[in-house]
């Protein structure tokens, strides 16, 4: 067996069952990739073949309500306190030595929380499309950020993140638009970013004056998947895991606002944190973008140690641009000397 072959493990414990696969010596330093929505672990796939070449021990889970990982009925299981607590118990599993934590999406909101909770489980954080905040990441604390040069707060009064209210104010009706044909309604948000799109009004920022992320027809049109994004084999295997477990669990992350600013609120020194981070942010990302706007400044002032990467990418930027993602972490990691204990 190569050492770089991804293989499928699970730990569980009583509250919580954790479908993760892992590449790499199983004596090298620990490096943890954390996917976000709607995704799963497979996503780290070329990641996880180049730092496992390079000896790093690497593992990427299935966060809770994704994947192969539990999915509890209840809403309120989805808060990040829940999902860091699973990871910590993961971690341990692990062996429990300090590891870089490499987030995308909501994976970047469990990666900073844990750097947050639990500082001495992570020697260093890599952030990928969305800003740590630390203050909580909820629609009070993402919504002032709007840049309103693009969303006049009379028109768009959430700005980009439209659609998380929507999740907040139709929760029902946007699962299952998304369950209608879950092929194309991943096929349709995994799209490569485009230049053409900075400094425009965001198709996320017009859902709730749609009626839905789908407008009337309340279901994603047939669309092809995007070749540059996801390998075949990958995307079907994503498919086939939100074909049995459906896109309610993981969409019930948007709801545990009040939670996530309660938790935030309990993290030592304010949430700062002490690790080197490094953020890789993509050009084309009409979203989570940090450039021209003010979107990062909570994280620029919660990260003494703060490196930030851009690459001509959209939102899905460890896919479309796997080869750029890889060499921006590199080269982070041998400039903070993280490096060194790799083979």
Known sequence: MSSTELVPRSFGTPRHWTHYLGSGPPDGPLMVFLHGWPSIALMWRAQMEAFATDGWRCIAPDLRGFGGSSAPTANDAYTIE????????????????????????????????????????????VLTSLAYQPAGHALETLVPLVDRTIYPADRYPDGHWDYYRDYNTH????????????????????????????????????????????????????????????????????VQAF??????????????????????????????????????????????????????????????????????????LPLERDAEHIDAIRAWLRSKRLDGDAR
């Open 82 to 125: 829940n999902v860091v607590a699973d990871m910590a118990e993961l971690h341990d599993h692990l062996g429990g030595k300090p590891a870089i934590w490499i987030g995308h999406d909501w994976g970047c909101v469990v990666a900073g929380a844990l750097a947050a909770h639990h500082p001495q489980r992570s020697r260093g954080v």
């Open 171 to 238: 929760f029902e009706a946007a699962v299952a638009d998304l369950d209608a044909d879950r092929r194309s309604s991943l096929a349709s948000i995994f799209r490569s970013g485009s230049p053409e799109s900075v400094g425009k009004v965001a198709p996320l920022a017009v859902v709730t004056r749609r009626g839905g992320r789908f407008g009337d027809a309340h279901r994603a049109p047939p669309t092809a998947p995007d070749p540059a994004v996801w390998p075949a084999a990958d995307f079907d295997a994503l």
């Open 243 to 316: 074909e049995v477990i459906g896109f309610r669990p993981s969409c019930a992350w948007y709801l545990n606002d009040d939670a996530a600013v309660a938790y935030a609120r309990q993290a030592p020194d304010h949430g700062r944190l002490s690790q080197p981070v490094l953020f890789v942010d993509g050009d084309f990302d009409q979203v989570c973008t940090i450039a021209g706007n003010s979107q990062g400044g909570p994280m620029r002032a919660a990260c003494p140690d703060l490196t930030v990467v851009s690459v001509a990418a959209g939102h899905w």
